[in-house]
């Protein structure tokens, strides 16, 4: 499931083939994918030029030159990719059309970009630009974890007195937006708090640490990600999904890697989700 790293991913390969130009057709070949898909969307997409391409949580924002946005979710399997001519890259074929093939843009910049979802969680809805922040999707966001409005004081103010789980508080996206079940358990780790403290209970120092932690885990990863953007180019248009490696998510059973802890990293289920953590120097 793409989390912040993977979307921002997608949203600085498309960057270069969207943003300043036009989409000259958009095939929309099915009424829906989780929530039907906005009126007359076709229509509403042709003929308008991207004029930013912007990322709030795990959401891509497309502004077009109407005044509408273009809101895209990946959802669980949402997969982007570019083909045809691209400034300063290599050529990618354009792909027969393929079952999950859901949305295919045309641009004016000669690349195609294909929105393929075999799940269909994935989302579009366009919405009027000037009050994006209304929209039910949008809304009910807390701060963006790489912004200004996320620091020290406001996450110790927001946990102060709560009584669940530090995991399952750092999920909450109206604490926090765009984190997800990995870079929890990554942040956690790295700041040796263990998943199932209640947040309140944590000293206010070690929540403080919390901030340049989570900050780092997610840039960490986004140029992971940005590395692999340089990869695509030779391979297969495909936007997004890239090999990181994690220090503890997903290393049930290996040896923990936190110097001088002989500890094994543990998986644990908190709210339906694995927990990956090393229960020796994760208190
Ligand atoms: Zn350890």
């Known amino acids: 499931m793409p989390e912040l790293p993977e979307v921002e991913t997608v949203r600085r390969g498309l960057l270069p083939v969207v943003e300043g130009f036009v989409i000259d057709s958009a095939d929309v070949r099915r009424p829906d994918l989780r929530w039907p898909f ?3 969307m076709a229509d509403r997409l042709a003929g308008q030029t991207v004029t930013a391409l912007r990322r709030r949580s795990k959401y891509i924002l497309a502004d077009l030159s109407s005044g509408e946005t273009l809101i895209v979710h ?9 083909s045809g001519r691209m400034p300063g890259a290599f050529v990618h074929d354009h792909a027969p059309t393929e079952k999950h093939d859901h949305v295919v843009l045309e641009m004016s910049s000669g690349a195609r970009i294909t929105f393929n979802d075999a799940r269909r969680f994935g989302a579009m809805d366009l919405w009027p630009t000037a009050t994006l922040q209304d929209h039910w999707l949008l ?12 620091h020290e004081d406001y996450l110790a103010e927001r946990l102060k007195g709560r009584n669940t789980p530090i995991k399952s508080a750092l999920l909450d996206q109206n604490v926090v937006a765009g984190l997800g079940n990995i870079y929890v358990c990554e942040a956690l780790f790295r700041a040796q708090i263990a998943p199932r403290r209640k ?21 960490d990863a986004i140029a ?16 997004g999904y890239f090999q990181h490696t994690f220090r503890v998510y997903g290393r049930e059973g290996q040896p923990c890697t936190t110097p001088g802890c002989n500890g094994t990293v ?9 927990t990956f953590f090393c229960p020796n120097c994760q208190t």
């Open 38 to 40: 906005p009126d007359r």
């Open 74 to 82: 990946l959802g669980m399997s949402g997969r982007m990719l570019i």
């Open 139 to 150: 809304k009910p966001l807390g701060p963006e974890p790489l912004g200004n409005t996320f």
């Open 199 to 219: 947040a309140g209970r944590i000293s206010d120092k070690r929540i403080r640490s919390l901030v340049p932690i989570i900050r780092d885990v997610l840039t």
């Open 224 to 239: 992971a990600g940005g590395s692999s953007l340089r990869d695509y180019r030779q391979a297969s248009g495909e936007l």
């Open 266 to 274: 543990a998986r644990i289920t908190q709210s339906g989700r694995s």
